[in-house]
């Protein structure tokens, strides 16, 4: 029989700057209005909920191992939370400070001085020991006799349109499974280690889900709290949309296409300790960002741009970000010339609009690789590229892959 170990937690309500409205649902077509995106977004949308700050403030009684710390979150500052058995010793290295140190493990810098009795920040020496408490966030300490040595999860909280990554090592060879909600996750494995990566869909309703982890016969419950983003919101004339909406069949048809293009999980090669690069080299203005709320002539519908538009002239090479598998190349009706690249373990990364193609159906593709050419092919009205990822089947935001605080590798 299985154990449940629950963090309970309570939360108090933070207003949402900007009520969203309830929706219908569906294949709502966007087109951004004087820049140039026009495609579909096959995301449903229902009644949020206020966004929600989170602070544990219960632990179950008599549950030996299990402790709660009260919760420090920030929204903006993603950051990694660990989850250790009985915190653990660092080595100060030559370049450290006490404020680097307490980032790096994602701890508060003035409870690491007083834990290891520093009356001045500054005096911290190479090869001093210093010791890390698990950092604050869910709070919780693993059972010394159980079978996870540690459990970390990043970005903390998760906030709409990010992918949270979770971080497991065992002490012993086990199977994992994880859901979030009512979904479960592939989690893959490596030895005694194993991570798993859940997209939060930029429509995610922004409340406390339950995660649950189970390890061989016991089983871990966290609470997930998801936060709203902050996003741009636009509003499509019924005379930019009418004649996309016109064609619903076939834009339907391509939708459905690559949403089971998506959904497959391959064996490829990538792993989470494989950074990805940008698409350009060199910097071009971002003119939609990932995210954004359309709606449409007035009405209430709402859908999430489900990719970054960068704006740059036709023909400027277009990068691939990661080793992969191109699973797709060839002219699309509304997302006109695209390739689709497979890079593993459920991520694959989209690239719309192009002037050509440079890579074809089982090319293998190498980070900094040329692609394709900028366009402005299918339903779009300028030169731009849309770019996209897809984690485990939803749309997430590629910037996140490439953010210098985004390492995906396991950090402690
Ligand atoms: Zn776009």
Same mark, same amino acid.
């Given at each position: 029989?299985?154990?449940?170990?629950?963090? +309970?937690?309570?939360?108090?309500?933070?207003?949402?700057?900007?009520?969203?409205?309830?929706?219908?649902?569906?294949?709502?077509?966007?087109?951004?209005?004087?820049?140039?995106?026009? #495609?579909?977004?096959?995301?449903?949308?229902?009644?949020?909920?206020?966004?929600?700050?989170?602070?544990?403030?219960?632990?179950?009684?008599?549950?030996?191992?299990?402790?709660?710390?009260?919760?420090?979150? +920030?929204?903006?500052?993603?950051?990694?939370?660990?989850?250790?058995?009985? /915190?653990?010793?660092?080595?100060?290295?030559?370049?450290?400070?006490?404020?680097? !140190?307490? @980032?790096?493990?994602?701890?508060?810098?003035?409870?690491?001085?007083?834990?290891?009795?520093?009356?001045?920040?500054?005096?911290?020496?190479? /090869?001093?020991?210093?010791?890390?408490?698990?950092?604050?966030?869910?709070?919780?300490?693993?059972?010394?006799?159980?079978?996870?040595?540690?459990?970390?999860?990043?970005?903390?909280?998760?906030?709409?349109?990010?992918?949270?990554?979770?971080?497991?090592?065992?002490?012993?060879?086990?199977?994992?499974?994880?859901?979030? /909600?009512?979904?479960?996750?592939?989690?893959?494995? &490596?030895?005694?280690?194993?991570?798993?990566?859940? =997209?939060?869909?930029?429509?995610?309703?922004?409340?406390?889900?339950?995660?649950?982890?189970?390890?061989?016969?016991? @089983?871990?419950?966290?609470?997930? =709290?998801?936060?709203?983003?902050? #996003?741009?919101?636009?509003?499509?004339?019924?005379?930019?949309? &009418?004649?996309?909406?016109?064609?619903?069949?076939?834009?339907?048809?391509?939708?459905?296409?690559? %949403?089971?293009?998506?959904?497959?999980?391959?064996?490829?090669?990538?792993?989470?300790?494989?950074?990805?690069? /940008?698409?350009?080299?060199?910097?071009?203005?971002?003119?939609?960002? #990932?995210? $954004?709320?359309?709606?449409?002539?007035?009405?209430? %519908?709402?859908? %999430?741009?489900?990719?970054?538009?960068? +704006?740059? =002239?036709?023909?400027?090479?277009?990068? !691939?970000?990661?080793?992969?598998?191109?699973?797709?190349?060839?002219?699309?009706?509304?997302?006109?010339?695209?390739? !689709?690249?497979?890079?593993?373990?459920? !991520?694959?990364?989209?690239?719309?609009?192009? $002037?050509?193609?440079?890579?074809?159906?089982?090319?293998?593709?190498?980070?900094?690789?040329?692609?394709? &050419?900028?366009?402005?092919?299918?339903? +779009?009205?300028?030169?731009?590229?849309?770019?996209?990822?897809?984690?485990?089947?939803? %749309?997430?935001?590629?910037?996140?892959?490439?953010? =210098?605080?985004?390492?995906?590798?396991?950090?402690?």
């Amino acid at each position: 029989m299985s154990k449940t170990r629950l963090i +309970s937690a309570a939360h108090f309500g933070r207003s949402l700057t900007e009520p969203m409205p309830a929706v219908v649902s569906g294949r709502i077509l966007s087109r951004l209005v004087g820049v140039i995106c026009v #495609f579909l977004a096959a995301c449903c949308w229902a009644a949020p909920v206020a966004a929600q700050g989170l602070v544990v403030t219960a632990t179950p009684a008599g549950e030996a191992g299990l402790q709660l710390d009260a919760a420090t979150i +920030s929204p903006r500052l993603p950051r990694p939370v660990g989850i250790a058995s009985g /915190g653990e010793l660092y080595t100060v290295q030559p370049g450290d400070t006490l404020f680097r !140190v307490a @980032s790096r493990f994602g701890v508060d810098l003035a409870s690491l001085a007083v834990r290891n009795n520093l009356a001045d920040l500054d005096q911290i020496q190479v /090869g001093q020991t210093l010791r890390i408490d698990a950092p604050a966030g869910p709070g919780l300490i693993l059972p010394r006799d159980g079978p996870l040595a540690r459990l970390q999860f990043w970005p903390w909280p998760p906030v709409q349109g990010q992918t949270l990554v979770v971080w497991l090592q065992a002490r012993t060879p086990v199977t994992y499974t994880l859901r979030l /909600g009512d979904r479960a996750y592939p989690v893959l494995v &490596e030895g005694r280690r194993g991570w798993a990566m859940i =997209p939060i869909s930029p429509l995610a309703v922004p409340e406390t889900r339950p995660l649950t982890l189970t390890i061989g016969s016991t @089983s871990i419950a966290v609470a997930v =709290p998801v936060e709203a983003g902050i #996003f741009d919101r636009y509003d499509i004339p019924a005379s930019a949309s &009418e004649p996309i909406l016109s064609q619903a069949d076939k834009v339907n048809a391509e939708a459905v296409r690559l %949403a089971g293009l998506f959904a497959e999980v391959s064996p490829l090669d990538w792993t989470p300790r494989s950074r990805f690069v /940008g698409p350009f080299d060199g910097d071009y203005p971002r003119t939609a960002p #990932f995210g $954004s709320r359309r709606t449409y002539g007035g009405g209430t %519908a709402v859908s %999430a741009h489900s990719g970054e538009d960068f +704006s740059a =002239p036709p023909g400027t090479p277009v990068l !691939v970000p990661a080793a992969g598998l191109v699973v797709l190349a060839e002219p699309l009706f509304v997302r006109g010339n695209a390739v !689709v690249i497979d890079h593993g373990r459920g !991520v694959y990364t989209g690239y719309w609009h192009l $002037s050509a193609l440079n890579v074809k159906v089982g090319d293998r593709v190498a980070p900094g690789q040329v692609l394709g &050419e900028v366009g402005s092919t299918g339903l +779009s009205t300028g030169a731009h590229l849309h770019w996209e990822m897809r984690v485990n089947g939803a %749309a997430v935001d590629p910037l996140q892959w490439l953010a =210098p605080w985004y390492t995906p590798e396991q950090k402690h």
